[in-house]
């Protein structure tokens, strides 16, 4: 079954204590994050797998998407819902031949139209642009202007998500823009109140003014 790409889109940080991480992101739930993805750049093989393992426990009780960073063939092993990818990782075809057509395949295409595309054309369900601000996750990253999301849903109809360096400051310009789903992990895990912040993050997608309906239906799709 797949699900929605829409709201709050938790992607957790490089943290070895998979307790501490799990009891976050039982908080982050809480407070309405839609989607997680487990992404840990630094952790070796065995700690992925029992990070993934638990944390898949606690997405599935919430009926919300699990989707691994990069690594298709742990998602395979975990029958994860997805995996995100990016530009150095596996392509989306091979993402989805590894994965069967009912789990969700995401794509990182920094700040290229092209990219996003041709992403759609293989099957991705979801594009995503950024760093849309200054991340201190990927320093370097190029940056997606705001511009590119309302160019985008023009000729897209993957929903769009936006990420790097998004905080509940400026969150707004970028949903009302046409992005469905902001990927946040700073902003969230550094708050004194997870809960609270992600409830703010939801607040703020039901406030914020989108684009017209006859454009925002062409990314809202609402089954990816």
Known sequence: MKFNISGLYLVTPDCD????????????????????????????????????????????L????????????????????????????????DARAALGKDKIIGSSCYNQL????????????????????????????????????????QTLFIPLVGIGGITLDNASPLIAAGAQALAVISDVFQAPDITARCQAYQALFASTQLPPSDTIAKVAIANV
């Open 114 to 153: 092209a990219l996003a595309r041709q992403a759609q054309a293989d099957g991705a369900d979801y594009a995503a642009f950024g760093a849309c601000y200054p991340s201190p996750t990927k320093p370097h990253a190029p940056r997606a202007s705001v511009e590119l999301f309302t160019e985008a849903i």
């Open 17 to 60: 204590d998979t307790e501490k991480l799990c009891a976050q992101v039982k908080l982050a739930i809480s407070g309405g994050s839609a989607l997680v993805q487990y992404r840990h750049k630094t952790a070796d093989e065995a700690l992925r797998l029992e990070q993934g393992s638990a944390l898949l426990k606690i997405c599935r």
């Open 62 to 93: 919430a009926n919300i998407p699990l989707l691994i960073n990069d690594h298709v063939t742990l998602a395979a092993r975990l029958d994860a819902d997805g995996v995100h990818v990016g530009q150095h990782d596996a392509a989306v075809l």
